[in-house]
């Protein structure tokens, strides 16, 4: 069964970049029409959509977060990233990657167990 | 953006209970909705999409309703694993915007 798995450093110091990994296993992340997400959770702002991206590559990002997320998929590697630019403390959250049914169907089927990520000041 | 209000923010419930669970669009969203189950320490899971529409798996005691502004979720008969926290999505507009959710507490 198709399973995710983020990966990243669970510290990341203010004004820098945070970059995390999904990696998908035991399946195809290009031999379909799902999407593939990345959401966060904290006790601020609960559960928070950061954005997707498509097999081709096509993305969507939440505009609250002002221009400062990049999503990216490497389909030889089975695997999405992301990178969320001059973080501060109110990004420390809970950050899960996930799987969206398709292009128009933009809930979340399958996720990651999620990390935690701390900014440091 | 959409905001979604859940309500009750807390459930105190008994185990063989029926439980009813509010979720309120601040627009139409049709039936663009979506239910998770979240435990402690873990992710979401999926439970009910497009309203009304059962996830594969999951029990036949969790249904869905409701159209336009208002929707429900209901346990018909509260188990065990059920004690957890309870989210709506809405999926009609970009960005999906999830409520605050509840939180089911053994009674």
């Known amino acids: 069964q198709l399973q995710l798995q983020e990966s990243g450093p669970g510290v990341v110091k203010s004004s820098e970049t945070l970059s995390l990994t999904c990696i998908v296993s035991?399946?195809?992340?290009?031999?379909?029409?799902?999407?593939w997400g990345w959401i966060r959770q904290s006790p601020a702002k609960g559960l928070e959509w950061i954005g997707s991206v498509s097999k081709s590559g096509s993305t969507y990002s939440n505009p609250s977060l002002k221009g400062r997320v990049f999503i990216s998929i490497d389909t030889s590697k089975t695997q999405f990233s992301l990178r969320l630019t001059s973080v501060t403390a109110a990004d420390t959250a809970v950050y899960f990657c996930?799987?969206?049914?398709?292009?128009?169907?933009?809930?979340?089927?399958?996720w990651g167990r999620g990390t935690l990520v701390t900014v440091s000041s | 953006d959409i905001q979604m209000t859940q309500s009750p923010s807390t459930l105190s419930a008994s185990v063989g209970d029926r439980v009813t669970i509010t979720c309120r669009a601040s627009?139409?969203?049709?039936?663009?909705l979506a239910w998770y189950q979240q435990r402690p320490g873990k992710a979401p899971n999926l439970l009910i999409y497009?309203?009304?529409t059962l996830e594969s798996g999951v029990p036949s005691r969790f249904s869905g309703s409701g159209s336009g502004t208002e929707f429900t979720l209901t346990i018909s008969s509260l188990q065990p694993d059920d004690f957890a926290t309870y989210y709506c999505?809405?999926?009609?507009?970009?960005?999906?915007?999830f409520g605050q959710g509840t939180k089911v507490e053994i009674k």
């Open positions: 497009e309203a009304s």
């Open positions: 999505q809405q999926y009609h507009s970009s960005p999906g915007t």
């Open positions: 627009q139409s969203i049709i039936s663009w």
């Open positions: 035991s399946g195809s992340i290009s031999s379909s029409t799902y999407y």
């Open positions: 996930a799987r969206l049914p398709g292009s128009s169907t933009w809930y979340f089927d399958l």
